[in-house]
């Protein structure tokens, strides 16, 4: 039986926030215990299926692209030596391989999302208006289309079960300031960029991700959340790539094409998941954690 943990009960601490995905403790006024459960969500809403072994995944894969762009950008990660956790050995076991210890930021409150193909909620922005985000694109798009250039395009941070919108630049300097801002903007294309360049090393199109960001004490800027795994990105196989259809990929949209197949409306309650869609699910976010870490 594989490992599933759909949530964590660590009761040597105090559980502060509990997300789509993540279980957040407190560990002392400087850190956090972040862990990622094997719960999943699709447009916002948590599924009551769980992925098993997806929060192991995840955790590995945003710590190997942690790592590889600390010489862009802080991370959340902390360096706390694990040894010093009050927890008990109980409680370690059913969180072994999920979780780190963070920085205690605060959250910066938007989405950084980039952009290298027409798809999602950008695909139909542009059905609609012809931009995404009021960026205006070239007419005669098909979906899956590549972009002319790399776009950012924001999205507000809403709050558990409600949806994100996605908003101009304009409207993020109002919300972020200025400064703040741009710099989200600078890293964040760049981290897209360089990326995109060791995934196609292994033959997987980056299409599109998104970032979070928050604030330490002092105010520096520094990544956090996750980075770049199966559910805050769109990997697509380079092979079966083509233009006008969604293609197959090593994320969950597998999971959004299933419920809106079931004609699902985006409402309680939300769907059980298959075994076969559960399986398969799991298959694509091990061969993504394969190709990248080996």
């Avoid at 076969?276 to 993504?288: R, S």
Wanted: proline content about 4%; hydrophobic content about 35%; glycine content about 4%.
């Amino acid at each position: 039986m594989k490992n599933i943990l759909h949530t964590s009960n660590i009761k040597s601490l105090k559980k502060i926030y509990q997300g789509k995905v993540r279980d957040v403790y407190e560990v002392d006024h400087d850190h956090l215990l972040i862990i990622s459960t094997d719960r999943v969500s699709v447009f916002d809403i948590i599924l009551p299926t769980p992925i098993p072994e997806k929060g192991i995944i995840l955790n590995n894969v945003s710590n190997f692209w942690f790592k590889k762009f600390n010489n862009i950008i802080n991370n959340h990660l902390s360096g706390f030596d694990v040894s010093k956790l009050k927890i008990s050995d109980e409680e370690y076991n059913e969180i072994e391989g999920r979780f780190v210890i963070a920085k205690k930021l605060k959250p910066v409150p938007i989405e950084s999302i980039v952009r290298n193909y027409l798809i999602g909620s950008g695909y139909s922005d542009y059905i609609t208006t012809g931009k995404i985000c009021g960026i205006d694109l070239p007419e005669n798009l098909k979906m899956a289309s590549k972009l002319p250039n790399l776009i950012f395009t924001p999205s507000s941070k809403a709050a558990l079960g409600d949806h994100d919108v996605n908003i101009s630049f304009e409207e993020m300097r109002e919300i972020v300031g200025d400064q703040n801002s741009s710099l989200i903007k600078e890293v964040s294309l760049k981290i897209f960029d360089e990326a995109s360049k060791i995934l196609e090393s292994k033959n997987i199109i980056l299409a599109d991700t998104k970032f979070e960001f928050g604030t330490s004490a002092d105010g520096e800027l520094t990544i956090m959340d996750e980075i770049l795994t199966s559910d805050s990105s769109r990997f697509w196989l380079s092979d079966s790539y083509e233009e006008g259809i969604s293609p197959v990929s090593l994320d969950k949209q597998f999971i959004r094409d299933y419920v809106k197949s079931i004609s699902w409306n985006d409402t309680m309650p939300a769907p059980e998941l298959p075994d076969y869609i559960v399986e398969k699910t799991f298959e694509k976010y091990k061969d993504l954690n394969r190709m990248l870490t080996g």
